[in-house]
């Protein structure tokens, strides 16, 4: 059996890539009980190396204040199957024919490029370089698909900076299907990055309706600033993991939450 200090180490890289459960996945692979891993995880939150969530965690620098921005392909994986699931939702539910959609190039808002085959014609712009090619994959020949340019993130494969911000100044859109890093009830819809962030509030001012989708590891995660309050979003589509408090309480402020199954 694994001493503690190892199996924490080996923890750290499970939490990146592990997807449902983690704490009873965890306990089944190290053959200890959940309180244990509790305490593990505890002991790595206490070194500021992970934020606890609602049944998880996620990597977390203290050092910076925000949590560890992971690269897009280890990122396109995590929680894999409610992000599809979520993606799977929005599309089918809130989109229509003819719309003029605006996608951030989040991983759970790129999954939607997926399910959108079955529309005949749709206006998408989008500043994420991935979601475009998937979009480019899926959609059908008479789609529209308008990038925005700017200065390319390494990290996320998203166009951000001043050229970006002032591309969306001259758009308009029906819907915005927006994600973030976390969501509180005190700070709202946050994110680590600052030039993301501000392409975000761009993307935010030229749509009528903001969709926000999100899977229940980003409850209770408060990141570096604010993208949005709570009382612009329109909708929130999350997974069925999400804690029922807190969407009580969304809900209680106005806010239609969707709550979808995981396969």
Avoid at 1 to 7: A, D, G
Avoid at 20 to 26: A, C, N, R, T, V
Avoid at 40 to 65: N, Y
Wanted: hydrophobic share 40%; proline share 3%; aromatic share 4%.
């Amino acid at each position: 059996m694994l001493r503690p200090v190892e199996r924490r180490q080996q923890i750290l890289r499970d939490i990146a890539e592990v997807d449902g459960s983690l704490i009873p996945k965890l306990s089944e692979k190290y053959a200890v009980s959940e309180m244990t891993i509790r305490r593990d995880l505890k002991a790595l939150e206490e070194k500021g190396l992970i934020k606890r969530t609602w049944g998880g965690a996620i990597l977390w620098s203290s050092a910076r204040s925000e949590p560890l921005v992971l690269n897009r392909e280890r990122r396109q994986r995590l929680h894999m199957r409610r992000k599809e699931a979520i993606a799977r939702h929005a599309a089918s539910h809130w989109v229509r024919d003819g719309d003029i959609l605006i996608m951030e190039g989040g991983t759970t808002v790129t999954a939607m490029a997926q399910f959108l085959q079955p529309y005949e014609e749709l206006t998408v712009v989008t500043n994420g370089l991935y979601t475009a090619d998937k979009l480019q994959r899926n959609l059908r020949s008479n789609a529209t698909i308008i990038c925005t340019g700017g200065i390319l993130g390494p990290e996320s494969s998203t166009f951000v900076g001043p050229m970006t911000e002032q591309f969306f100044r001259e758009f308009h859109g029906q819907r915005l299907f927006l994600s973030a890093t976390g969501l509180t009830l005190q700070a709202g819809i946050t994110d680590p990055k600052m030039l993301e962030t501000q392409v975000k509030r761009a993307m935010i001012e030229c749509a009528d309706e903001i969709i926000l989708l999100l899977d229940s590891t980003k409850f209770g995660v408060k990141s570096l600033m604010t993208v949005l309050d709570l009382d612009r979003v329109s909708r929130l589509i999350t997974d069925d993991r999400a804690p029922a408090e807190i969407v009580d309480q969304l809900c209680g402020r106005g806010i239609a939450v969707t709550v979808v199954k995981a396969a």
